[in-house]
């Protein structure tokens, strides 16, 4: 069965130092997100992406988070400056086109900034 | 944003025993669905149930829905240790906001 991958599955990094998070969604699919959850917290939306372009995001995704889909298969979220308060598990979920609604979440990657 | 409240916050339960959350919400829906997650890892897909169904079964889950009182169900039978997980209802949209969950403990 067809599933979403991130790489790496845990990052630690310096503050300050920028990361990028690989995700690799289901190849037919065509809507891409990043959630993150900080230890102990609910699970929160970061960032929708369709045809090339964010097409939500929320008040966490800020200047420092950006998203790209460099090839045909990967999805990656970058953080430029990372900050203590980004230490979270990272979640990439992807979807097909409607009427299919639902999303599939990847493993996630555990980033830890120090 | 819309989002679903699970009831209880944590339940647990023997082996062998059913176990039922509840989901209640204050918003019209379009579809309503099921994720559990294991211990901060990654979230599954359980089943999804639309506004114009009642009940759906996959599986041991058996989901119900009453759009009238704004709530869902979502019963698991004949638990086993590995259903230990944090469940959540998520309404359907393309931001999916969650909860805090039911924690489930199944003990052995």
């Known amino acids: 069965e067809p599933e979403v991958t991130q790489t790496p599955s845990h990052q630690v990094t310096q503050m300050g130092q920028e990361v990028i998070l690989r995700c690799v969604p289901i190849s037919n699919h065509l809507y891409f997100y990043w959630y993150r959850q900080i230890l102990g917290q609910k699970v929160e939306f970061l960032v929708s992406?369709?045809?090339?372009?964010?097409?939500?995001k929320s008040e966490i995704f800020d200047d420092q988070f950006s998203v790209e889909r460099p090839d045909g298969s990967n999805f990656t979220l970058k953080i430029r400056s990372t900050k203590l308060e980004d230490s979270a598990m990272y979640f990439c979920?992807?979807?097909?086109?409607?009427?299919?609604?639902?999303?599939?979440f990847g493993p996630g990657t555990r980033l830890l900034v120090l | 944003s819309q989002q679903g409240e699970e009831d209880p916050q944590a339940l647990s339960i023997q082996e062998g025993e059913n176990a039922t959350m509840n989901c209640s919400y204050k918003?019209?829906?379009?579809?309503l669905q099921w994720y559990r997650q294991n211990s901060g890892r990654g979230l599954v897909h359980l089943i999804l149930i639309r506004s114009n169904e009642r009940e759906k079964h996959s599986g041991r889950l058996r989901v119900t829905l009453d759009t009238s009182k704004k709530s869902s169900s979502l019963l698991i039978t004949a638990s086993r240790a590995a259903d230990t997980a944090s469940y959540f209802c998520v309404l359907g949209g393309s931001r999916l906001t969650f909860g805090e969950g039911t924690q489930l403990t199944v003990n052995p």
């Open positions: 992406f369709y045809n090339n372009e964010i097409s939500e």
């Open positions: 979920a992807s979807r097909s086109d409607l009427p299919e609604e639902t999303q599939y």
């Open positions: 918003t019209s829906i379009n579809n």
